[in-house]
């Protein structure tokens, strides 16, 4: 066998362009956030509409890792994720009151627990059109 045969079948696979198992997480529970948000008046929050703040997010991201078995990232690494997915425009990040924010700012304390995400249900669906576990979190 040749050096390149070799390297080949050694070498990592290839990402596909699907999403880190963290990042699929987060945007399946936005779904749920914003599905959720449909059917309740007491949670107005649909991340179209209105914002979906971080905490809640992060609250929500928690609750579908221990119910699956997932592991979760820690309330520090969760923004620097939802930087990643507005790179890929998958999400909007905001600060404050609706103020959009860049992912290459990063965010102080104080705007961390105000800041927010918006997204767009039907991009985020097809993101993650072949994952085997969406509808057993989203539709929970």
């Not at 767009?120 to 979190?137: C, G, Q, V, Y």
């Amino acid at each position: 066998m040749g050096i390149l045969a070799i390297s080949k079948a050694l070498a990592p696979k290839r990402d596909e362009g699907g999403l880190p198992i963290q990042q699929q997480l987060i945007l399946a529970t936005l779904l749920r956030l914003h599905r959720r948000a449909a059917h309740s008046r007491t949670l107005p929050i649909d991340g179209v509409q209105a914002a979906v703040p971080l905490t809640t997010l992060y609250d929500e991201y928690r609750k579908v890792c221990e119910d699956k078995g997932f592991l979760w990232i820690d309330r520090s690494e969760l923004s620097s994720v939802c930087g990643m997915l507005e790179d890929r425009q998958l999400l909007s990040m905001t600060q404050g009151a609706g103020t959009p924010s860049s992912s290459k700012r990063v965010m102080s304390a104080k705007t961390k627990n105000k800041a927010g995400l918006f997204f767009d249900p039907k991009a985020t669906e097809i993101a993650l059109r072949n994952w085997e576990f969406l509808e057993s979190i989203v539709g929970a």
